[in-house]
């Protein structure tokens, strides 16, 4: 039965060679008919040095490319926070196009950053589209004429708690009380995201979201949102990526939603600061008669030599245990199969 796989962020930024970050992953990646990838990097050779304490980071793209291409990453999704740049998106979509790796969510104009990607594999269709809700305020979405990064808007507000809805909010007559965050997807935004997955569905056998968001551990309300509106609108998987940590994963009308896949090779880290040990989650979904028929993940680490590697899960039971019981909040069971962790559908 054919098999996909989706990772979350791969950053390849200080990479000197291309056959060190993915070694040890090497073998399922390559078992599987196509591979797909946050790409969170560009490959790219800026004109001059490039802070550490700025974000956007660059690969480079004769190493980062081939890194991509041992590794048989097939295609990727390029709209996210660090893409940023006329110069340095136009620069790696070209090298991704010269490597024969497909990509979605970033281009010259907002039509170019919306299109979706389709791979074909043995008569099947696979599509991808990604959209990043996390990104700067000016010259990084993709306009009608300029290049950027497709994007979902989202809002925040900050509410007086009215009601005591939770047992660890006080009550309305203690001074200081603190406010509940609210979130949401800006409403035009979020349509059109589910315009392009349903005329996606029209052309796909297997259709994936892919999704840059989140802030820390937590679940916002416009992450379960968005992830719900792409399953009514006709997707079959959504992953999300952007936080670095695992998050639960939740199953809406049989379809599983993963909110945080973790990064899959980010050993740079942000400001100069690596970082470090920290788990993710590799997704593997299995086909068969052109659907979806299971999905599970495997943890993995990263070694001080910039290798990501596959956990044993009796390694791993703290985090086991720990994100089976956050993915139960969302009334989401987990099954133990081997080194792999089923999403009970």
Not at 10 to 39: K, Q, R, T, W, Y
Not at 48 to 57: C, K, L, M, P, Q
Not at 120 to 140: A, D, K, M
């Amino acid at each position: 039965m054919p098999r996909i796989i989706l990772t979350g962020d791969v950053n390849l930024m200080n990479v000197d060679a291309p056959d060190v970050p993915f070694a040890g992953v090497c073998a399922p990646l390559h078992a599987a008919e196509i591979v797909f990838s946050n790409l969170e990097c560009c490959l790219y050779d800026p004109p001059r040095s490039h802070a550490v304490e700025n974000e956007g980071f660059f690969a480079s793209p004769q190493i980062g490319g081939e890194a991509l291409r041992y590794a048989g990453i097939a295609a990727v999704g390029i709209a996210n926070n660090v893409n940023y740049g006329d110069a340095a998106i136009t620069a790696s979509i070209a090298r991704l196009d010269a490597l024969g790796i497909a990509h979605t969510g970033a281009g010259a104009n907002a039509a170019a950053a919306r299109a979706p990607v389709i791979v074909e594999r043995h008569g099947i269709r696979y599509g991808f589209l990604q959209r990043s809700s996390v990104y700067w305020p000016t010259n990084h979405e993709a306009g009608a004429n300029s290049t950027g990064i497709a994007v979902i808007r989202a809002h925040t507000a900050y509410q007086v708690p009215m009601h005591k809805t939770r047992p660890e909010i006080p009550p309305m007559n203690r001074p200081g009380i603190p406010p509940v965050i609210i979130t949401w997807a800006d409403p035009d935004y979020l349509s059109a995201f589910t315009d392009d997955i349903a005329a996606l569905r029209t052309q796909a056998d297997i259709v994936v979201a892919s999704c840059h968001w989140g802030l820390h551990k937590e679940v916002l309300a416009y992450m379960r949102e968005i992830g719900h509106a792409a399953i009514d609108a006709g997707a079959d998987l959504v992953i999300g990526h952007g936080p670095h940590y695992s998050l639960p994963v939740e199953v809406y009308h049989r379809k599983a939603i993963f909110y945080g896949l973790g990064s899959f090779s980010f050993h740079t880290g942000h400001g100069g600061r690596r970082h470090g040990d920290w788990i993710g989650m590799m997704v593997r979904a299995t086909i068969t008669d052109r659907t979806i028929a299971r999905v599970s993940f495997q943890f993995f680490r990263h070694n001080e030599r910039n290798e990501t590697v596959l956990c044993h899960l009796a390694d791993e039971a703290v985090e086991l245990a720990d994100i089976t019981t956050r993915s139960a909040a969302f009334g989401t069971r987990l099954l133990v199969r081997d080194d792999e962790v089923d999403i009970a559908m």
